[in-house]
């Protein structure tokens, strides 16, 4: 069974730029979550999404959005980007809403 | 609110036990979780408590009191690839919602 992925694995940016990355669950999975892993911080929980709905965010400004497509893949916005954005954005799944497993993550590097 | 402590860092050596503690307040408990993560990697789930006592997976064990909201994660037979940070994750039920909080993790280090 194939396991969470994330695209890009990395990416270089420049601050005021926008990105956009992406997510698609293990199969059968309906929710996906996105965190935020700074340098030297724990996982910061960033969105949560079910059956194409957002259900929650953690304390982010509204520049960090996504949203989650028909095909329960998901994408991860943030615009304006700033140099403290840059840190690994992982993407995680999950079928009971409870048991969260890991895609690779994305790191994100603005300059 | 959540608020989860673990140590930073601990070092322990190949072949010996080690316990992770883990402590957490929590508004609306609904499980506890150990993530273990090594470098540059994603977290992989090792275990999951809802209920209390002990839950054993090969050489990994996981621990869970509610009443004092506390956990550990026990690791037998340390290998040098259990080196990595293991992180505890609290659920969170609270206002119908379900996330998971990470606590900053404990980075061992295992050594001959």
């Known amino acids: 069974e194939a396991g969470v992925t994330q695209s890009p694995t990395h990416l270089i940016k420049t601050r005021g730029q926008q990105v956009t990355l992406r997510c698609s669950p293990i199969?059968?999975?309906?929710?996906v979550y996105w965190y935020q892993q700074a340098l030297g911080l724990g996982l910061q929980f960033l969105l949560w999404y079910d059956e194409g709905e957002e259900r929650n965010r953690g304390n982010f400004p509204p520049r960090f959005s996504g949203r989650q497509f028909p095909n329960y893949s998901s994408e991860l916005n943030v615009n304006a980007l700033e140099l403290e954005d840059s840190a690994l954005y992982l993407c995680?799944?999950?079928?009971?809403?409870?048991?969260?497993?890991f895609g690779p993550g994305t790191r994100l590097t603005v300059l | 609110g959540q608020n989860i402590d673990q140590p930073t860092e601990m070092t322990a050596t190949e072949g010996a036990i080690v316990q992770i503690n883990c402590t957490y307040q929590?508004?609306?408990?609904?499980?506890l979780f150990w993530y273990q993560q090594h470098a540059g990697e994603a977290p992989t789930f090792l275990s999951y408590?809802?209920?209390?006592g002990l839950e054993e997976k090969g050489r990994f064990s996981s621990f869970l009191s509610r009443s004092k909201g506390y956990s550990y994660l026990l690791l037998k037979e340390l290998q040098m690839k259990d080196s990595a940070s293991y992180l505890c994750a609290v659920g969170d039920s609270g206002a119908g919602s379900y996330q998971l909080t990470f606590g900053k993790g404990t980075k061992l280090s295992v050594i001959p």
């Open positions: 199969s059968g999975h309906t929710s």
């Open positions: 408590n809802v209920l209390d």
């Open positions: 929590t508004s609306g408990f609904n499980g």
């Open positions: 995680a799944s999950s079928f009971d809403k409870i048991t969260q497993y």
